[in-house]
């Protein structure tokens, strides 16, 4: 068992770089989007649409990453690197298989989807455009999923990070050619994505490659493999859906409320989410440590990173809360810099401050059990979580209440029953063993 100085490092070295390859997504998407808004209202609209269909599709396929990581880290706990890595290869060709099924659905699907948000023309056409040809690199998107996994299971979060430098990097420089250098527009957005998305993947398989042949891994897909692969992530799938659930939950209920309300949610879910991104390179750094740990056979050390990372998880809650609350007034006024808005939205996000080490001990708790490959719990907790948040949402709506008010009781809804909801389906579960002898 390494002593708390070391484990200490250990975390370190594994989240720091985690959180540079998720801070690295959204900035350059961010870009992207800023290239895209001077072109026109219509072709920003077109991709907020096509953005909207893609992020939720691929949100949903995050469990490549996420089952990949444990099954590979078990192995390499044990020692048998060369396991480790043909699992974890294993697992990017179910991801490759998987992207080409969507793909090939999502091109012929592709008006019927822009159809249901109901655009006009215009607005279609540069969507349609987008997503359809966004489609052909949704292959690549979640191959680059299952390479991530593989590496952070091989406790390398350092390799993904610099790829997804490089790529998104790459990705804005050669957008700004295809959209104003070679005037492409909408459509050279998405290509200069697609490549980039690709290129990304070659840079995986190249170091992957020499990983298999130094171990002497096979490259080729293996059944059992990729069957093991699938089945923990279908149970992860599950659990992600649940998360969808609730969040189109609350932004059913902030429609309903009113404009005002659903505007004032958007600027605290994004204040949420940014302040997700530290916690989720914590959640990831658990889940290297857990699967290693377990891998090595030391139940000491698994409860170790689990102390470590949950006491590091509610300080640093506690840290962004005290952040969020003495920026509550003025978060509004970035947003729209209206003095109206950041009135409107300070109660929402001071029960979000509060919240805040509720939800970093959720996700680090996550982490944990995703370490420990207990996907099945997951899932059904998923399920669980729900049952007393979706009636309090429908509650709500029927109160409809307005004001500043609707919006700090939709936020205490979500950050207050939802997350107690899964601290303490997670907090069971941690208290007893049965999580820790999960297969991988």
């Given at each position: 068992?390494?002593?708390?100085?070391?484990?200490?490092?250990?975390?370190?070295?594994?989240?720091?770089?985690?959180?540079?390859?998720?801070?690295?997504?959204?900035?350059?998407?961010?870009?992207?989007?800023?290239?895209?808004?001077?072109?026109?209202?219509?072709?920003?609209?077109?991709?907020?649409?096509?953005?909207?269909?893609?992020?939720?599709?691929?949100?949903?396929?995050?469990?490549?990453?996420?089952?990949?990581?444990?099954?590979?880290?078990?192995?390499?706990?044990?020692?048998?690197?060369?396991?480790?890595?043909?699992?974890?290869?294993?697992?990017?060709?179910?991801?490759?298989?998987?992207?080409?099924?969507?793909?090939?659905?999502?091109?012929?699907?592709?008006?019927?989807?822009?159809?249901?948000?109901?655009?006009?023309?215009?607005?279609?056409?540069?969507?349609?455009?987008?997503?359809?040809?966004?489609?052909?690199?949704?292959?690549?998107?979640?191959?680059?999923?299952?390479?991530?996994?593989?590496?952070?299971?091989?406790?390398?979060?350092?390799?993904?990070?610099?790829?997804?430098?490089?790529?998104?990097?790459?990705?804005?420089?050669?957008?700004?050619?295809?959209?104003?250098?070679?005037?492409?527009?909408?459509?050279?957005?998405?290509?200069?994505?697609?490549?980039?998305?690709?290129?990304?993947?070659?840079?995986?398989?190249?170091?992957?490659?020499?990983?298999?042949?130094?171990?002497?891994?096979?490259?080729?897909?293996?059944?059992?493999?990729?069957?093991?692969?699938?089945?923990?992530?279908?149970?992860?799938?599950?659990?992600?859906?649940?998360?969808?659930?609730?969040?189109?939950?609350?932004?059913?209920?902030?429609?309903?409320?009113?404009?005002?309300?659903?505007?004032?949610?958007?600027?605290?879910?994004?204040?949420?989410?940014?302040?997700?991104?530290?916690?989720?390179?914590?959640?990831?750094?658990?889940?290297?440590?857990?699967?290693?740990?377990?891998?090595?056979?030391?139940?000491?050390?698994?409860?170790?990173?689990?102390?470590?990372?949950?006491?590091?998880?509610?300080?640093?809650?506690?840290?962004?809360?005290?952040?969020?609350?003495?920026?509550?007034?003025?978060?509004?006024?970035?947003?729209?810099?209206?003095?109206?808005?950041?009135?409107?939205?300070?109660?929402?996000?001071?029960?979000?401050?509060?919240?805040?080490?509720?939800?970093?001990?959720?996700?680090?708790?996550?982490?944990?059990?995703?370490?420990?490959?207990?996907?099945?719990?997951?899932?059904?907790?998923?399920?669980?979580?729900?049952?007393?948040?979706?009636?309090?949402?429908?509650?709500?709506?029927?109160?409809?209440?307005?004001?500043?008010?609707?919006?700090?009781?939709?936020?205490?809804?979500?950050?207050?029953?939802?997350?107690?909801?899964r601290a303490v389906t997670l907090g069971a579960r941690i208290r007893g063993r049965a999580w820790m002898e999960q297969r991988a």
């Open positions: 068992m390494t002593d708390r100085r070391t484990l200490n490092r250990d975390i370190l070295r594994l989240a720091v770089p985690a959180l540079g390859s998720l801070v690295a997504e959204p900035v350059f998407l961010a870009i992207d989007a800023a290239m895209i808004g001077h072109l026109g209202v219509e072709e920003l609209a077109g991709l907020g649409i096509a953005s909207a269909v893609l992020t939720t599709v691929v949100g949903l396929m995050v469990f490549l990453a996420y089952s990949t990581t444990p099954a590979v880290a078990r192995r390499f706990g044990r020692g048998n690197t060369r396991g480790a890595v043909s699992v974890g290869i294993d697992s990017m060709w179910l991801a490759l298989g998987i992207g080409a099924v969507l793909a090939v659905a999502g091109i012929l699907a592709t008006p019927l989807l822009v159809a249901a948000f109901s655009p006009t023309d215009a607005v279609a056409a540069h969507a349609e455009a987008y997503l359809g040809i966004s489609m052909w690199g949704l292959p690549a998107m979640l191959v680059v999923f299952a390479a991530t996994g593989l590496l952070r299971g091989l406790q390398d979060t350092v390799i993904p990070l610099w790829i997804a430098g490089v790529g998104f990097t790459a990705n804005a420089l050669l957008n700004g050619l295809l959209i104003y250098g070679l005037g492409w527009g909408v459509a050279g957005s998405a290509i200069g994505t697609v490549v980039v998305q690709w290129g990304m993947v070659a840079a995986y398989v190249v170091v992957i490659g020499r990983l298999a042949r130094r171990h002497r891994a096979s490259v080729r897909p293996q059944r059992e493999g990729v069957r093991g692969s699938a089945r923990s992530g279908g149970w992860l799938f599950l659990r992600t859906v649940s998360l969808r659930v609730a969040t189109l939950g609350t932004v059913w209920v902030a429609t309903s409320l009113g404009t005002d309300e659903l505007a004032g949610w958007q600027v605290v879910f994004t204040i949420f989410n940014t302040a997700a991104f530290a916690l989720d390179a914590l959640a990831i750094a658990a889940q290297a440590l857990i699967g290693k740990a377990l891998g090595e056979g030391d139940p000491r050390q698994v409860r170790a990173v689990l102390g470590r990372t949950a006491l590091w998880g509610v300080w640093c809650g506690v840290a962004f809360g005290v952040v969020v609350a003495a920026l509550s007034g003025v978060v509004g006024l970035v947003f729209t810099g209206d003095a109206a808005v950041a009135a409107f939205v300070q109660p929402a996000l001071l029960v979000l401050a509060l919240s805040q080490p509720l939800g970093a001990f959720v996700f680090v708790l996550d982490g944990v059990l995703m370490g420990a490959n207990d996907a099945r719990y997951l899932a059904l907790a998923g399920g669980l979580n729900l049952l007393p948040f979706l009636p309090v949402l429908v509650l709500l709506a029927q109160l409809a209440p307005t004001g500043p008010g609707a919006l700090a009781w939709l936020a205490a809804a979500y950050y207050g029953v939802y997350m107690l909801a």
